[in-house]
């Protein structure tokens, strides 16, 4: 299976509502980033977490990293439809292959 | 307008053909990479390039052709070898292709097999 894998793979909640987003990984990080894409369209930066953080915020994402339990959350607060859109989480390394990987995603849909 | 652009937006294919998809970057990063999506699904890795006239295959590299003759460029051929070719394929660059860097992402060609 894949390094990074999201869950749930879709989740719709109303307008207002927090919506929260689960990434796990198998091998150890430097750091992991969460990126948004809208249908159809190239994926946008939203966070990066290195692996001796443990909480981030931006506006209103919070991202939580366990590296004990390989595992990583995104959190979205008082929703918009505008977030509607696929997140992503995706793993990096400073050794070997120095490229980020990818995970399955998580479909958010918002309803207004 | 700085970014990252990709051409052409959809393109058809027949059996047997190759075909080419453009990927250029005026952000002056050292770093490209070439993806590919299937429908609800996430990201693999077709090829990656941290500097010019080199590159390194990913995950999913059978099929698939890249060069990096300029650093600005960073074209993918899809060949006739490429069993199961129609997706969604996306080029990212960014700064130097440490893992902190943020990749920025082109808008995307999607390809179909006729």
């Known amino acids: 299976s894949q390094q990074g894998e999201e869950d749930p793979q879709a989740l719709s909640i109303q307008e207002g509502e927090n919506a929260t987003m689960n990434c796990s990984y198998k091998?150890?990080?430097?750091?992991l980033q969460w990126y948004r894409q809208n249908s159809g369209r190239g994926l946008v930066h939203l966070i990066l977490i290195r692996s001796n953080e443990r909480e981030k915020h931006s506006g209103r994402l919070r991202v939580t990293l366990d590296t004990s339990k390989k595992s990583s959350s995104l959190l979205i607060t008082a929703s918009r439809a505008a977030d509607t859109a696929s997140y992503f989480c995706a793993t990096g390394r400073d050794t070997g292959r120095r490229a980020l990987t990818f995970g399955s995603g998580t479909r958010l849909q918002v309803q207004p | 307008d700085g970014g990252i652009t990709q051409s052409p937006k959809y393109l058809f294919r027949k059996e047997g053909q190759n075909v080419t998809l453009s990927c250029e970057q005026n952000?002056?990063?050292?770093?490209m990479y070439w993806y590919r999506q299937d429908p609800g699904q996430g990201l693999r890795l077709i090829y990656y390039?941290?500097?010019?006239?080199?590159?390194q295959k990913g995950d999913i590299a059978e099929g698939y052709s890249v060069s990096r003759e300029k650093k600005e460029s960073f074209p993918l051929t899809v060949t006739s070898a490429q069993k199961n070719p129609t997706a969604f394929y996306l080029c990212?660059?960014?700064?130097?292709?440490?893992?902190?860097?943020?990749?920025?992402f082109g808008p995307g060609t999607r390809l179909t097999v006729l």
């Open positions: 990212a660059s960014c700064v130097t292709g440490k893992s902190t860097d943020t990749q920025y």
């Open positions: 952000l002056n990063h050292d770093a």
């Open positions: 091998t150890s990080i430097n750091n």
């Open positions: 390039s941290q500097i010019v006239n080199d590159f």
